[in-house]
């Protein structure tokens, strides 16, 4: 049961799975984020046990699968894209947004979080293009080459 009991969803998170990858440590960003939110999202709603995420772990690949992402996402009250090259890449994250976007009509549950940095002009999708993105990324010098924000390393 959601929290929000318009919706099947409270959260749907959207990522490519090449950025859930395990680092050297063996932490998967993504669900790191994700169990991270959800741990702060229950806090500040009070406890609740009701707070139903979206998070598909699975690596998909057939037409029937993607139907129950599209499905769900159509039925969140809110949508976070975790964006990186390789998110602005996929089809089926490109799909994803598309159908929560045609399903609310706004832009203001829609939350994007950067990653790693992605060609504002050319590969972002236009749902999300004017949002602010909330980069989880710095770069270092002499090089400046972009480096995803850890717990180890929240620079």
Not at 20 to 46: A, I, S, T
Request: charged share 25%; glycine share 4%; aromatic share 12%.
């Amino acid at each position: 049961m959601s929290y929000i009991q318009a919706f099947k969803n409270d959260v749907f998170v959207s990522y490519a799975h090449a950025d859930n990858e395990p680092n050297p440590v063996g932490v998967c960003w993504v669900d790191q984020f994700v169990r991270n939110l959800e741990v702060e999202l229950r806090r500040r709603l009070g406890g609740t046990q009701e707070l139903k995420f979206f998070f598909d772990d699975r690596n998909l690949r057939s037409n029937d699968e993607l139907q129950v992402l599209l499905e769900n996402a159509r039925a969140s009250a809110a949508f976070v894209a975790i964006l990186s090259p390789s998110y602005a890449a996929r089809t089926w994250t490109r799909d994803e947004l598309a159908a929560f976007a045609s399903a609310v009509g706004e832009s203001g549950r829609l939350f994007a979080l950067e990653v790693l940095p992605i060609d504002e002009r050319e590969r972002i999708p236009e749902q999300i293009a004017h949002l602010h993105k909330i980069r989880f990324w710095w770069t270092e010098p002499p090089k400046e080459i972009p480096y995803t924000v850890t717990p180890d390393r929240a620079s």
